[in-house]
């Protein structure tokens, strides 16, 4: 089956501009992640959605950043007013619930946001 | 504060050689993930190790738990080219809804 999906794969912004990055999960994921991957590290932890609560935010890095998943299923990343330290790739997860058991995240491709 | 640290971060390995990646954390967790990442790929799922003493082989890797030492372990046997790649290990703090805190990851690179 289709796997998550982001769009764009690829976004140059000049500093000051604002960004809207989207992600679409696989069908039925309760759960969606964002996660900030700059150069050479890890991912880290951005925010997370269940459904379309917003349950856990406090990986954004500013308030520039926001994101909304009002239907409970695509999500949008914005970014308002870019700056250069924005620079990274953005990572899209979704899963079913946490529960006992295995528990995967499955990631989406990225978008790969350069600002200059 | 909470930290996953992985060592080596960087490894060159020659074709046919074992050797092993180091995974600690400092907290308690439910879950301990290994990734695998291409260059301007996304994470691939290698493991996910879910008690005391898990074990799990996939190929030529294969992943271990202990979780009172809070050490994981990948283990590469008779490397190969193709395991050429980035590797994350990964915790899921217990309490939490999942979100996963990363290792900076091993930068693997198998020669022949």
């Known amino acids: 089956g289709a796997g998550v999906s982001q769009s764009p794969r690829y976004k140059v912004a000049k500093r000051g501009q604002d960004v809207a990055l989207r992600c679409d999960p696989i069908s039925g994921h309760v759960s969606l992640f964002w996660y900030q991957q700059a150069l050479g590290q890890g991912p880290e932890f951005l925010t997370y959605?269940?459904?379309?609560?917003?349950?856990?935010k406090s990986g954004l890095p500013s308030d520039r950043f926001f994101a909304e998943r009002p239907e409970g299923s695509v999500s949008t990343l914005k970014i308002q007013r870019t700056q250069q330290e924005d620079s990274a790739v953005y990572l899209c997860?979704?899963?079913?619930?946490?529960?006992?058991?295995?528990?995967?995240?499955?990631f989406g491709p990225g978008t790969r946001l350069t600002v200059t | 504060e909470l930290k996953v640290e992985q060592n080596p971060l960087f490894l060159s390995m020659q074709e046919g050689k074992n050797y092993t990646i180091y995974c600690n954390y400092s907290?308690?967790?439910?879950?301990l993930y290994w990734y695998r990442q291409d260059p301007g790929k996304s994470l691939e799922s290698l493991f996910v190790?879910?008690?005391?003493?898990a074990v799990k082989q996939e190929g030529r890797l294969m992943a271990s738990l202990d979780t009172k030492a809070r050490l994981s372990t990948l283990h590469i046997t008779a490397a190969v080219h193709d395991l050429s790649a980035t590797y994350f290990c990964?915790?899921?703090?217990?309490?939490?809804?999942?979100?996963?805190?990363f290792g900076k990851g091993t930068k693997l690179s198998v020669k022949p």
């Open positions: 997860a979704s899963s079913y619930v946490r529960v006992a058991g295995p528990y995967e995240q499955y």
């Open positions: 990964a915790v899921d703090i217990r309490g939490s809804q999942g979100n996963l805190i």
């Open positions: 190790l879910l008690s005391n003493g």
């Open positions: 959605f269940q459904n379309e609560a917003q349950l856990d």
């Open positions: 907290t308690t967790s439910d879950r």
